[in-house]
């Protein structure tokens, strides 16, 4: 099961070891409301199913937060303070509502925030054609891979020019049309991020894509937990897209 890098993932397990051992050099400040004598954290081992994909993928969260008497952590833990869901199999456990976590490596900026198929951005944002549009070539010696493109999402290049006929004109170099086409899709891509809640909440957080504690209420990165937030980001197409693997990326 991969769930990402081997370095990732082993960050994800040091903050549930440190967080477990109470390090004092953790940031918890935003958890000045609860009492943290009985709550541990615990890494999230496997993949959940997402309402978007209909399918079992990578969560947002990476650790989630759980009440636990003393006598069943110390049972349940290993040697190095470490919980997993594994570790949880056999004992009775109540989670903290919305204490999902997302961590990233220290100082890092090369994550993704979300990464969209072209079924889960269609179910999202209910238009093939921004994620088309913003899939597409526009350098002069690279716009031919287009065509590969409209087969392999059936749909006519003819269609989907005529989508757009409103941003360019019949003198335009082709090069030129695709750019315009491209701008304006990232542009409204963004647009309907920043407009809508449900968006936000599935890009950002997972929030009603995934169950509780699957979604991810708080982010930790430099030592540091601060609750979820919209930040700066951008669009980008994902690395895949000349191999016929098509998505659209969030990233920071």
Do not use: W
């Not at 269609?122 to 891979?145: A, P, Q, S, W």
């Not at 030129?176 to 963004?190: D, S």
Request: glycine share 4%.
């Amino acid at each position: 099961m991969n769930r990402g890098t081997k370095e990732g993932e082993e960050y994800e397990k040091d903050f549930c070891i440190r967080f477990n051992k109470r390090d004092s050099k953790l940031n918890l400040d935003i958890l000045d409301n609860y009492s943290l004598e009985n709550i541990y954290a615990v890494h999230v081992k496997y993949h959940k199913f997402s309402s978007i994909t209909e399918q079992k993928v990578k969560p947002k969260s990476d650790a989630f937060l759980i009440n636990l008497s003393k006598d069943e952590f110390d049972k349940s833990r290993s040697d190095n303070f470490f919980l997993d869901e594994d570790s949880l199999k056999h004992i009775q456990m109540q989670f903290l509502p919305e204490s999902g976590i997302s961590i990233k490596n220290l100082d890092s900026k090369k994550y993704q925030i979300h990464k969209f198929t072209y079924e889960s951005f269609v179910r999202t944002f209910e238009d093939k054609f921004l994620f088309i549009g913003h899939l597409i070539y526009e350098r002069k010696n690279m716009i031919h891979k287009n065509n590969e493109i409209f087969y392999n999402l059936k749909i006519p290049k003819d269609v989907f020019l005529k989508k757009f006929d409103f941003l360019h004109n019949e003198s335009d170099p082709e090069n030129l049309t695709y750019q315009k086409i491209k701008t304006y899709c990232k542009n409204q891509i963004c647009l309907a991020i920043n407009n809508s809640k449900k968006i936000q909440d599935i890009v950002f957080s997972g929030k009603g894509v995934f169950e509780d504690p699957f979604y991810a209420s708080y982010f930790f990165q430099d030592d540091a937990l601060m609750p979820i937030k919209i930040d700066k980001y951008s669009v980008t197409t994902g690395s895949g897209r000349s191999r016929g693997k098509y998505t659209i990326v969030i990233k920071p």
